[in-house]
């Protein structure tokens, strides 16, 4: 070309061997790569920032207590026996004597086989738990358990245990009473 002509168009421009050009398929699997790990992220911090509702508290039951003999269906039997298993003399007659006269049916009174520490108000029928309640909180001691069968001849069966004496109301045994009181061992 002459010194004054322009030349229209480019010769020998050549590119350079190298720069290299990355594949299609490096360039998707990096994309892809970028993408799972800014889901990733981004789903861990939505986890810690999303606000957990505030359970409302739930309303427990009370179980229910049949403290007033009153109440008791005439159809059911809930007569009891008061056992003394405190060890003391004549714990179970005054105690028996004492629910007899606030109304619930005492049958008999009798001294336990064993000594224990815990007094416990046996019922062998689920339909009795809420008369066994009761009772426990009128004796102000023990607690209510249901037997695998009768303890003795009554569905409801109080032991007494040595947490009675003292605590449990008691009044003074009267031969004129419906209750069959066992005789008392005489003390050692």
């Not at 039997?77 to 008061?82: K, M």
């Amino acid at each position: 070309m002459s010194r004054g002509q322009r030349a229209t168009h480019r010769v020998g421009a050549h590119r350079s061997g190298s720069v290299t050009r990355w594949p299609r398929w490096v360039i998707l699997l990096c994309a892809l790569a970028v993408t799972v790990v800014l889901t990733a992220v981004g789903l861990f911090l939505l986890d810690r920032l999303r606000v957990e509702p505030v359970p409302e508290p739930v309303a427990t039951e009370e179980p229910l207590v049949i403290a007033d003999p009153a109440q008791i269906d005439p159809s059911i039997d809930a007569s009891i026996t008061v056992l003394d298993g405190s060890g003391e003399r004549a714990v179970a007659a005054g105690a028996g004597q004492a629910l007899s006269d606030a109304g619930w049916t005492v049958v008999t009174t009798a001294s336990a086989t064993e000594i224990g520490d815990r007094t416990v108000v046996w019922f062998d029928d689920p339909a009795l738990e809420p008369i066994a309640r009761g009772l426990a909180q009128q004796l102000g001691v023990g607690e209510a358990r249901q037997s695998d069968g009768r303890v003795s001849g009554s569905p409801i069966t109080i032991v007494l245990g040595t947490d009675a004496p003292g605590t449990v109301p008691s009044t003074e045994p009267r031969d004129d009473s419906d209750i069959s009181h066992a005789p008392t061992p005489s003390a050692p």
